[in-house]
């Protein structure tokens, strides 16, 4: 089946750094990602969706200066946290849509010290 | 907006008792209905969907109706087992203006007990 491939699965990182996260579907190809914010205990926030070669439509609310999208090619999608600071940690998870429907990451969970 | 209404939990049960997470969503057009499952520490997993009214969904011994006049998609399982414990989604998929985004519940933590 679909596999969306999601790295790196930790990281911990200083404030003020950047921070990349990568989404790769590795067995099909993805026109379509989407990337998630999920709070302890709490339900998944769709932040932006992505679309390979065009520019990410970001959910009310979500700064897109501080949240980098990238959609290079039809397999890998990234996320830049930049000048990252604590209230940014969270778990973040990316969804790839094909044909079957869509393929969840195994998600990254991001601290800022 | 589209929105998804799940009932809170943590719900609690006994091994082989009957599990009902209620669901209900509001949609401007005819959305699909999917249930994930989130087993602790990993990534989220299709349970079950469905893509149009009446459509029931089932896996792994769960189902769901799509009632579009109740607007529901109610998870039931007969019988529970301890493995079951995970926490469990349900969204929607409107696919207005070409946008194909998945809207999700809050959540409902299912522990269930031997």
């Known amino acids: 089946g679909a596999v969306v491939s999601q790295h790196p699965s930790w990281v911990i990182c200083k404030s003020g750094t950047s921070v990349k996260i990568e989404c790769r579907s590795l067995d099909f190809q993805a026109t379509t990602m989407f990337w998630y914010r999920q709070f302890p205990k709490q339900s998944l926030m769709l932040m932006a969706t992505?679309?390979?070669?065009?520019?990410?439509?970001?959910e009310q609310g979500v700064e897109k200066d501080k949240f980098l999208i990238n959609h290079a090619s039809l397999t890998l999608s990234t996320l830049t946290v930049t000048s990252a600071h604590p209230e940014d940690s969270s778990f973040y998870i990316c969804?790839?849509?094909?044909?079957?429907?869509?393929?969840f990451g195994s998600g990254t969970r991001l601290t800022v010290v | 907006g589209d929105s998804v209404t799940q009932m809170e939990g943590p719900v609690t049960l006994s091994e082989e008792a009957f599990l009902t997470i209620n669901c209900t969503y509001t949609?401007?057009?005819?959305?699909?209905l999917f249930w994930y499952v989130q087993y602790p520490g990993e990534g989220l997993q299709l349970l079950l969907k469905a893509t149009k009214a009446d459509d029931k969904g089932s896996n792994k011994g769960f189902e769901a109706t799509y009632r579009k006049e109740t607007t529901s998609f109610h998870l039931e399982k007969g019988s529970v087992q301890v493995s079951d414990s995970a926490v469990y989604f349900c969204?929607?998929?409107?696919?207005?203006?070409?946008?194909?985004?998945?809207?999700f519940g809050s959540g409902t933590r299912l522990l269930v007990r031997p």
């Open positions: 992505s679309n390979e070669g065009s520019k990410a439509t970001y």
């Open positions: 969204a929607l998929s409107d696919r207005k203006d070409s946008s194909y985004k998945l809207i």
């Open positions: 949609a401007t057009g005819y959305p699909s």
């Open positions: 969804s790839a849509l094909s044909v079957g429907g869509y393929t």
